[in-house]
């Protein structure tokens, strides 16, 4: 099984799809190998603050990640098992309604040239991981990874294009003005 989930998800690598949408496929794919109840991918905007990248259910397009010790831990490349949310500064820190779907979590690194981020999978239950699927989710990593690296050299070509386009705009604005 963890075998053919990883094969499927390097098929979903190699598909066409928007990034975004081959984050949230792999992510169900994760669900196969590990059994939770919503995952999710954050990447690091700045030193604390942290943006949703990818999420199984729309609910946690809302969760506001402060970086804590235990992030801190996980992008170390230790995956963390939060049994209990509730005793984790960074689980505390969310709104009501991400906190009740998310009693315990499984934190892993995602490694990339330019950020640092993570995957997260929940369960409403408590002390719902263990370490069996921590290493299962190690394993899987890299393909997020590849995935997330995806998306950030599509966003840098996309600035890139953008920037080229302003600058050959205020170049005709230039000539048409008659300064040469």
């Given at each position: 099984?963890?075998?053919?989930s990883l094969l499927d998800g390097?098929?979903?690598?190699?598909?066409?799809?928007?990034?975004?949408?081959?984050?949230?496929?792999?992510?169900?794919?994760?669900?196969?190998?590990?059994?939770?109840?919503?995952?999710?991918?954050?990447?690091?905007?700045?030193?604390?603050?942290?943006?949703?990248?990818?999420?199984?259910?729309?609910?946690?397009?809302?969760?506001?990640?402060?970086?804590?010790?235990a992030t801190e831990g996980v992008?170390?490349?230790?995956?963390?098992?939060?049994?209990?949310?509730?005793?984790?500064?960074?689980?505390?820190?969310?709104?009501?309604?991400?906190?009740?779907?998310?009693?315990?979590?499984?934190?892993?690194?995602?490694?990339?040239?330019?950020?640092?981020?993570?995957?997260?999978?929940v369960s409403r239950k408590q002390?719902?991981?263990?370490?069996?699927?921590?290493?299962?989710?190690?394993?899987?990593?890299?393909?997020?990874?590849?995935?997330?690296?995806?998306?950030?050299?599509?966003?840098?070509?996309?600035?890139?294009?953008?920037?080229?386009?302003?600058?050959?705009?205020?170049?005709?604005?230039?000539?048409?003005?008659?300064?040469?």
């Amino acid at each position: 099984m963890e075998r053919d989930s990883l094969l499927d998800g390097l098929r979903i690598l190699t598909g066409s799809d928007s990034t975004r949408e081959v984050l949230v496929r792999l992510l169900k794919v994760l669900n196969n190998l590990i059994a939770f109840d919503h995952a999710f991918i954050l990447r690091e905007d700045q030193q604390t603050a942290w943006s949703l990248v990818a999420a199984t259910d729309p609910l946690f397009e809302d969760i506001q990640w402060i970086a804590g010790p235990a992030t801190e831990g996980v992008l170390a490349g230790r995956s963390a098992i939060i049994f209990d949310t509730g005793r984790t500064a960074e689980w505390c820190d969310q709104p009501d309604k991400i906190r009740s779907q998310a009693a315990s979590a499984l934190h892993a690194c995602i490694e990339t040239r330019d950020a640092r981020a993570m995957i997260v999978c929940v369960s409403r239950k408590q002390a719902d991981f263990n370490e069996r699927q921590a290493h299962l989710i190690q394993r899987f990593t890299p393909l997020a990874s590849q995935a997330l690296q995806r998306l950030e050299n599509r966003e840098k070509l996309h600035g890139a294009i953008e920037r080229a386009q302003s600058m050959g705009g205020q170049l005709h604005l230039a000539s048409e003005s008659g300064c040469r």
